[in-house]
Structure formats: structure tokens, C-alpha cells
């Protein structure tokens, strides 16, 4: 498993309660594969470490995936078609299918890819300075074809954000804290391009960025020419590799790259939890955040999960086992 910094050994415990919680609630058990497959989670963990060493963008791709797994059909490994995923997602693909490999070889049909998401999304954040908490595991894979899920988008507002996320069970505070994720990564200048140029109706810039962030933008993605960025532009300026709550930093101070990221601090109630991970120094307050973090993980992982006897254990994570009659499928 990812080794831990001490200053996260105190948070560990007390979301050892909480995973306790996840586990009653939904099913799941911690140490699902102890007797199954005992080095389920260290063959994760190592996969994710040696392609982390490689890459450390691929970080953020595994996070997305499981994001995006949970939000569309539940957390059942439903992750969609791998030639439609962005760049950074298709390289986290790439850790999922090389870690679920490696456990079929040791383990055949026996661990999910549902679970290999949520734990190598776990140990990605690890890796990337942040917390680490113990997973639930138990998740079977879903066996419905992947159809668009209506995920949060860049362009959403705040209320569109809510009423998007309360369909999962997350309230505000989850909102926050999973958009928090932010703080690694990065996007493509097509998705806030709208924003440096001709925004108002005025043809004026988008107000809510900072003045000289915009000018830095602008030379990254010019008006004319599509994305001169060739790696990708931060999310989280300054800090884009690094789990800490620079991210809710840059949102106060007006430069947030998305949108829907900036928008969180035009909101009165988004707006003081942005603040309360912001603060005003070190110390405490990133501690707050990486306690929060966990518990908003543990509670998104928890959605919609197949246990028992439902859906599959599937040998590849990128195609059903079999076949499936047409009038089997459910949208």
C-alpha cells in the first residue's frame, strides 16, 4: 500500500469510523479480499506506484475515472468506451487494465474493476501528497452498456451543480470537497476558451477571472490559433501536482480555470466552504481539507455498488464477459 506521511496517521483513524459506516450502510467490507485474494490491494497500490513514477498526470486520470464511474450508473466500473476517453483518462484506463491483468493472472474473476478504481484512485491521491483512507471493497462490476451520463460540466451553475450531485445522495459540502480534486490535473483550453474572449455581451473577458491570470491564460490559448498549451493547462495554478488546498487558494483569489470551479465562489453557500479550505495560512487548515476529503471519497464511493450476487466480476475492465441480449440491457 501507498506509504503514509505521520501527519495523516491521526486522520486514518478516525476514518477508520467512518469506513466502518460505508461498510453497514452499503454492504461493502473492508479487507474484501483478505482470504480471496490477499495481495489485491498491495498489486494496486504497486501498479499504480510504477506508472505514477512514469507519469505523475496519470494521477488525476485515475481520479476522473472513478469519478465518472460512480456519477454515471453507480461506483460499477461502468467507465464507457476507452477510445471516447480525453487523453489523461485514457491513461488511467491504462493503469486499471495493467493492475486488473496482473490480478486475473494471480486471482482470476475474483476482484472487480469497480474496486480496482476506487482503490487506485485512493492510492493516486496518496501519491500525490494527499490523504489515504481504507477502502470498502466488495464492488461487482455493472453490466449495462455505457450510455453519455449527464456529469457535471464545465459550464454548469451552482444550482445545476446541486441538483446534479443531490441525485447521487452528495449535499453541498460533497460538492465542494469532491470539485476539490482540482487541485490535480489538468484540461484542454476548449473547455474555458469561452471565458478569455467575448464572454459578455459586451465581448469582454469573463469578470470573475483575475486580471493577470487572464493575460496568462490568453498566451496559453489565443483567440486565434486553438491550444498552443501542448501538456494541458493546470487546474490548479502553482501547485497542479501537489493534493492541497492551493486549488480553494486560486478560486478566492479569482483564478480558477473552469467556470464551474470559479462559479463555487460566486455562491454564498459554496463560497464560505471555498473559504474555510482556504483560510488564510498552512497548517490546520490543510489538514481540514484532507480530512474532508476522505469522507466525501468514502460517501461518493458508496453510490449505487453492486454486491452479492449482483452483476459480474469481469476479466477485462473494458467489455462485458459475454454478450448480452438486447432486451437485457437497461438504460
Not at 71 to 94: H, K, M, N, T, Y
Not at 246 to 258: E, I, Q, T, Y
Not at 267 to 295: C, H, M, W
Not at 301 to 320: D, H, N, Y
Amino acid at each position: 500500500m501507498v506509504q503514509m506521511e505521520p501527519k495523516w496517521l491521526v486522520l486514518l483513524v478516525v476514518i477508520l469510523g467512518l469506513s466502518w459506516f460505508a461498510e453497514t450502510q452499503q454492504g461493502l467490507i473492508h479487507g474484501f479480499y483478505s482470504s480471496s485474494c490477499p495481495k489485491a490491494e498491495a498489486i494496486v497500490s504497486s501498479t499504480v506506484v510504477t506508472h505514477f513514477k512514469k507519469d505523475p498526470t496519470i494521477a488525476a486520470g485515475v481520479l476522473k475515472l472513478h469519478f465518472k464511474d460512480c456519477f454515471f450508473q453507480g461506483c460499477d466500473g461502468s467507465v464507457g468506451d476507452i477510445d471516447a476517453l480525453p487523453d489523461a483518462e485514457l491513461r488511467g484506463f491504462g493503469v486499471i487494465d495493467d493492475a486488473k491483468t496482473k490480478l486475473e493472472t494471480l486471482c482470476p474473476g475474483v476482484v472487480s474493476c469497480a474496486d480496482i478504481l476506487a482503490l487506485a484512485a485512493r492510492d493516486a491521491v496518496g501519491l500525490s501528497g494527499g490523504p489515504i483512507w481504507p477502502v470498502p471493497t466488495g464492488r461487482r462490476d455493472g453490466r449495462l452498456l455505457f450510455v453519455s451520463p449527464d456529469l457535471p460540466a464545465p459550464t454548469d451553475s451552482i444550482p445545476v451543480l446541486r441538483e446534479k450531485f443531490a441525485a447521487k445522495g452528495l449535499n453541498n459540502h460533497d460538492l465542494v470537497t469532491l470539485v476539490g480534486a482540482h487541485t490535480i490535473g489538468q484540461t484542454d483550453c476548449s473547455s474555458f476558451q469561452y471565458r478569455l474572449y467575448n464572454f459578455t455581451a459586451k465581448g469582454n473577458a469573463d469578470p470573475t477571472i483575475n486580471q493577470a491570470f487572464l493575460a496568462q491564460l490568453r498566451a496559453l490559448c489565443p483567440d486565434v490559433g486553438g491550444n498552443v498549451s501542448k501538456s494541458g493547462v493546470p487546474l490548479d495554478k502553482g501547485s497542479q501536482f501537489k493534493f492541497d488546498v492551493s486549488f480553494f487558494k486560486n478560486l478566492r483569489d479569482g483564478n480558477g480555470v473552469l467556470e464551474s470551479d470559479q462559479r463555487l465562489f460566486g455562491d454564498s453557500e459554496t463560497q464560505r466552504i471555498v473559504k474555510n479550505y482556504a483560510g488564510n495560512g498552512r497548517g490546520l487548515l490543510g489538514l481540514r481539507f484532507a480530512f474532508e476529503f476522505p469522507k466525501a471519497m468514502i460517501k461518493m464511493s458508496s453510490i449505487g455498488v453492486k454486491t452479492g450476487t449482483q452483476g459480474e466480476i469481469r476479466k477485462t475492465c473494458s467489455r462485458f464477459n459475454q454478450s448480452i441480449e438486447s432486451n437485457e440491457i437497461e438504460y
